[in-house]
């Protein structure tokens, strides 16, 4: 239990520091004044500055946070500074004073360090572990009794060479050849486990059970691990973040379908009770899998958050394109209702998932119905 406790603030932690340090370093670059970057969540523990900027460690040890000047006075926001020469020196540093494009760079900087984390992470697994990918054997792996294979001596275990005189290296063709040939003998050639080649003629069923096929015969394709060198390897991880970011953006399409049409909560969406047990898991499978959930939740992370909605990054990018398309700020007072609103309408979704974790939790249900 406590090693599961400690790997979920590592994860968060890195995530969410991931997250804020784009924010942080774009900040910088763009000389937008930062008033804090902090490790956990206030009170403070301790701090010390740096420059203009504090670098603090607070009491609640789970993500960070970047804190601008000026990030709060959202729109057409004004500062009250102390004196003339404050105001010439601070006032262009504020956030809310700064070009749009320089606002929409720092909003959305966060999601793409946790874009590129994932990538980072895939990138190693690739290279250092490998991915599992198809090989090009076709392996015996069950017999039926009474079938052609076996009246044919096939064996489990034999790999499939060739069909009709044709290299197979795809199960594929064994099946789109055997349902041709229907009633009709076959010439296939075998090698065994000790790599003896041997041919044999087999006449698939036109009749045969439910539960069989033609031959009798069940089939499954090797795999075979693969690693991509360094160079091609972070091709591979964008790819692949890709594609799974599109899993997740479909995936969260239907959450928010099923839970305006129904009003209830998908039977695999899982909130924080569900988060950690499934940290919990891969805890356990080892450091590998940990790494690969770790970019998933990452990629998690990075849509949550540039999802339109206010008090969220990709709410405040609404509003910036808002005043982009417009020409105009909007009003600070109406932006910051609106992330008000945001953030409870996000607590109260949270707290609803979290209670659905907890119903099944105590009903003895997995919270995930694939873990098992």
Known sequence: MLVTIVAIIVVLSIL????????????????IKVEEFGFGLPPRAFGIKRGETIYSINFLPIGGFVKLFGEDEAGSGKLKL????????????????????????????G????????????????SAVGVSTPGKKVVITNLSDNSPAIEA?????????????????????ILTVTKKYLGEKISIKVKNENEKVRDVEITP???????????????????EIKKYPWYEAPLVGVKEALNISFLIISGIGMIFYQLIVSGSVPGDVAGPVGIAQLTGKFVKLGIYPLMSFVSFFSLNLAILNILP?????????????????????????????AHA???ALLLGLIILITAHDLVRLFSGQPILPNIQ
């Not at 001596?153 to 594929?172: F, M, Q, S, Y």
Request: aromatic share 10%; charged share 25%.
């Open 111 to 126: 999601v793409v360090m946790n874009f590129l984390l994932a990538v980072v992470i895939f990138s190693y697994l690739f």
């Open 153 to 173: 001596g096939l064996k489990v275990g034999d790999t499939i060479e060739e069909i009709n005189g044709k290299k197979v290296t795809d199960a594929g063709q």
């Open 205 to 223: 069923r036109k009749e045969y059970p439910k539960d069989e096929g033609p031959m009798g015969v069940s089939i499954s394709q090797n795999v």
């Open 16 to 31: 969410v520091l991931v997250h804020e340090f784009g924010h942080f370093i774009v900040a910088k670059l763009l000389k």
């Open 82 to 109: 102390k004196g003339q020469k404050e105001k010439t020196k601070d006032m262009n540093r504020a956030f809310f004073a700064r070009p749009a494009w320089q606002r929409l760079l720092v909003v959305v900087a």
């Open 309 to 337: 909605i206010p008090a969220l990054d990709g709410g405040r990018l609404l509003f910036i394109l808002i005043e982009v398309v417009t020409g105009r700020k909007v009003n600070r007072k109406f932006e910051g209702y």
């Open 341 to 343: 609103i945001g953030m």
